[in-house]
């Protein structure tokens, strides 16, 4: 398991030229064009007045701000749709990420007058009560399919063949840049200090978009983009592993729990759920998330079949 882990994470160290997780700078996120026929839609989603550019103040001595950690669950609910005959054999899954740090994740956007675009930005609560913007983290585009707006990159998904000895040998598919709207979906944790005594950043909101502490957003594997095309694989052993914050965008406490995955066997046109076994996602999280959810919440966003 520490082997398999050490190989993975070096590989997606060398996907990031190489630096350490604790030094990695804000990323440049390529921007997608700029939000036009849906601007409507977003309006009515939050506030007009730019969250990112309301007032606050500087951080005091000793005023440190309470950093969120992004945990990600082993994929859950795996199968496969379609078909190798057809081209479109998927390999579908469940995703949660979830937030076991000091502080919310609460992300903010502005809109840049001359293109358009929502750029947005990281805001922290500190540990004297106040509330300071942080660097910019990428934009809000708006996904057609899902009908709302997403936080670009926030995730990816790859799966990994593996030698005799399980051992990750190539990357053989991936999602790169996966996008989410951030929202308290799931309670994961709510006795950590700082959680939140219920869901608080709810709507794909141009506005603001978060994860409080001790809740969860998750991605179920019906939904668009919760798959990877496996139609050309040969039949055989692979992982399915998921980041959150790949390209560490986003300033947390520690990167090194942003990675989960699982191992499968593919054959034929299905997945032997049966071979899956999880060797790397963090197993308390999960015991102490349960089934549980946040059904109004939930519901809320998919409705109309969208997310």
């Known amino acids: 398991m ?35 026929a849906p601007r409507a839609a977003q309006e009515q989603r939050g506030d007009r007045t730019p969250a990112s550019r309301r007032a606050s103040r500087p ?5 440190a701000p309470r950093l969120p950690n992004l ?11 379609g078909s190798r005959a057809a081209g479109d054999l998927r390999l579908k899954f469940g ?27 990281q805001f922290f609560r500190t540990v004297g009560g106040g509330v300071t913007r942080g660097p910019r983290v990428g934009t809000f585009n708006y ?13 990816r998904y790859e799966l990994w063949s593996l030698d005799e000895a399980g051992q990750p040998r190539e990357r053989v598919a991936i999602n790169n840049k996966v996008g989410f709207c951030l929202m308290d979906i799931r309670p994961v944790d709510t006795s950590l200090p700082n959680a939140a005594r219920a869901s608080l950043y709810a709507g794909c909101r141009a ?7 001790g809740y969860g957003d998750e991605y179920v594997a019906q939904l668009y983009e919760q798959d990877l095309d496996v139609s050309g694989l040969r039949d055989g052993t692979y992982a399915l592993v998921t980041t959150a914050n790949p390209e560490a965008a986003l300033t947390e406490s520690d990167y090194t729990d ?21 060797f790397m996602g ?14 109004g919440l939930q519901a809320a966003r998919t409705a109309g079949g969208v997310l």
């Open 2 to 36: 520490t082997r398999w882990l050490d190989k993975v994470s070096a590989a997606i160290m060398v996907s990031l030229g190489g630096c350490a997780w604790a030094q990695l700078l804000p990323s440049t996120v390529a921007i997608s064009p700029a939000v036009q």
């Open 59 to 63: 951080l005091q001595r000793g005023d």
């Open 71 to 81: 945990r990600t669950f082993d994929p859950e609910d795996v199968h496969v749709v």
């Open 95 to 121: 995703t949660t990420i979830w937030n076991a740090g000091a502080g919310p994740l609460e992300t903010r956007g502005a809109e840049d007058s001359e293109t358009g675009t929502l750029e947005v930005y």
């Open 143 to 155: 996904s057609h399919r899902h009908g709302h707006l997403h936080l670009a990159a926030f995730a």
């Open 207 to 213: 506005d603001v978009q978060g994860i409080s502490v």
């Open 258 to 278: 942003n990675t989960a995955s699982v191992r499968l066997r593919l054959e034929g046109d299905a997945v032997d759920v049966r071979a899956v076994t999880s």
């Open 282 to 295: 963090p197993a308390a999280a999960r015991a102490s998330a349960g089934s549980s959810r946040s059904p």
